[in-house]
């Protein structure tokens, strides 16, 4: 009788411990499916939302470049209003993703995109100060360090 005692202990303690290894496989699994997930709604949202801010920042150069009161400078006017409505939404769902390091550079790139807007409307010279090339830099920065991309990742040997 006690050696079936031992052989059922035995085979309940193996179901239990096969139980417990599999449920902590499919669980970790499962964390790993979501953070792969959640990584590529941000890489998307970064790359829209850089590209979106290129997208007003050319309107903006261009309308700057026609003429006061033109169509063409109109037309320009217009899709820099477009691209900003634009980039004010993937902003928005920028900050629900992306870590505080690459929201604060993203801000940073939103103030100088609203200088340029500003200047474009008024037909005055490109800022001096704010350069959008060093802020969208910075902002490249911060999301692949977010995304835990390090520069050997993505060098050339």
């Known amino acids: 009788m ?3 005692i031992v052989t059922l202990a ?18 970790s699994k499962h964390r790993r499916a979501l953070a792969t997930r959640w990584d590529e709604r941000k890489l998307n949202t970064y790359i829209e939302y850089a590209a979106c ?5 050319d309107a903006s150069k261009f309308a700057r470049l026609a003429a006061a009161g033109s169509e063409e400078f109109d037309h320009f006017i217009a899709s820099m209003n477009e691209g900003e409505r634009k ?25 100088v995109v609203w200088d340029m807007e500003k200047r474009a409307r008024e037909h005055e010279p490109p800022p001096v100060r704010g350069n959008l090339h060093e802020r969208l830099n910075k902002y490249h920065e911060k999301a ?14």
């Open 10 to 27: 035995g085979v309940l303690i193996g179901a239990l411990t096969s139980y417990f290894s599999v449920t902590m496989a499919e669980r």
């Open 87 to 111: 980039r004010s939404a993937l902003f928005e769902a920028l900050v629900l993703l992306a870590s505080a390091p690459v929201v604060s550079a993203a801000h940073e790139v939103n103030v």
């Open 144 to 157: 692949r360090q977010d995304l835990g991309i390090n520069e050997e990742a993505w060098r050339i040997p």
């Open 2 to 4: 006690i050696t079936q």
């Open 53 to 57: 801010v290129k997208e007003v920042a």
